[in-house]
């Protein structure tokens, strides 16, 4: 019996290991998108928060080596509904563990750029519950190449 292509490549990927997939961005670049859609008028706040606090971190981690790039865009026109985001920033982590929380080294010295950089734990907090407090809705999408 002659089975169809697509039907042999379905089969082989179910029996595949799922570490397959997901050992793949532990071992080189990994690129993540980090949308924000903000409550109406609540912008101001977002942004001024965002770029004080987790935009520096972020470009620390870029002049320490973990992120090769950090790019913060706003839409040129309006979206509607639950398609709409107001800010994505995109992230290039140098190591794909580091992109998805399992870097140790990299969660290290975030911690430590954090304490040295917003040494006022409390007042670091509390900005950033201001602008999480204007954020409506968040989510990351962790991209990779088209085959």
């Known amino acids: 019996m002659r089975f169809p292509p697509a039907l042999i490549l379905l089969a082989s990927l179910a029996t595949a290991p799922a570490t397959a997939q997901t050992a793949a961005p532990a071992d080189g670049p990994l690129k993540v ?10 912008m101001g706040q977002f942004l001024t928060t965002y770029h004080k606090q987790h935009e520096a971190l ?6 320490q ?10 839409p040129f026109t309006h979206m509607g509904g639950s398609t709409r985001w107001d800010v994505r920033t995109t992230i290039v982590y140098t190591h794909g563990a580091d992109g998805v929380g ?7 010295a975030m911690s430590a750029a954090k304490a040295r950089m917003f040494p006022d734990k409390a007042a670091f907090d509390a900005e950033e519950a201001k602008r999480m407090a ?7 999408v962790v991209l990779e190449p088209a085959p």
């Not at 972020?58 to 002049?63: A, N």
């Not at 204007?134 to 990351?140: A, P, R, S």
């Open 102 to 108: 399992a870097g140790e080294a990299y969660k290290a």
């Open 33 to 42: 998108e980090n949308y924000y859609r903000v409550k109406w008028g609540g």
């Open 134 to 140: 204007v954020t409506e809705d968040h989510w990351d």
């Open 65 to 74: 080596g973990y992120i090769s790039e950090v790019t913060v865009e706003m």
């Open 58 to 63: 972020l470009r620390e981690m870029m002049r």
